[in-house]
């Protein structure tokens, strides 16, 4: 899988996942829409379904590769970097360091199992809060 891909693949999974939290906590209800698009662009043809970390995401074959899919577009990887860079700002490299170690270290089902979220409270006061990300956590869960 190349860098775009991953890109845009990481971020469908987070808002997947968030969106399943949102659910979970009653913020936000699955809607009758959502599921007929689904369904709509499934008759297509045009998408498939990548398992990632216990996930369908949505993809279509783009002219550039592999794109996940939002709301019935590809996500662009440009959009994703900006996401990244405004989150972490100039630690975004060495988060990223971090990440690539771990991954290249473990077998996707452990990481899949430990999920290394930042820390932030549970039920909806949580919801939305930034969390701090522990890249020492992270250093210390790869394998050697």
Do not use: C, N
Not at 43 to 63: F, N, S, Y
Not at 85 to 105: N, P
Not at 110 to 138: I, M, N
């Amino acid at each position: 899988m190349d860098h775009d891909e991953a890109l845009t693949l990481g971020k469908a999974l987070s808002g997947l996942t968030a969106q399943a939290k949102g659910v979970r906590l009653g913020i936000y209800e699955p809607t009758p829409e959502t599921v007929s698009d689904q369904r709509k662009a499934l008759q297509h043809g045009e998408e498939i379904h990548i398992d990632l970390m216990g996930r369908a995401i949505p993809a279509v074959h783009t002219k550039d590769g592999l794109r996940a899919v939002r709301q019935g577009k590809p996500i662009t990887p440009a959009s994703v970097e900006r996401y990244l860079v405004s989150k972490f700002g100039a630690d975004l490299e060495e988060v990223r360091q971090a990440m690539t170690g771990l991954v290249h270290s473990l077998p996707a089902a452990e990481l899949a199992r430990q999920a290394f979220r930042p820390e932030v409270k549970a039920g909806t006061a949580g919801w939305s809060a930034e969390g701090e990300l522990d890249l020492g956590k992270l250093a210390s869960a790869a394998l050697p």
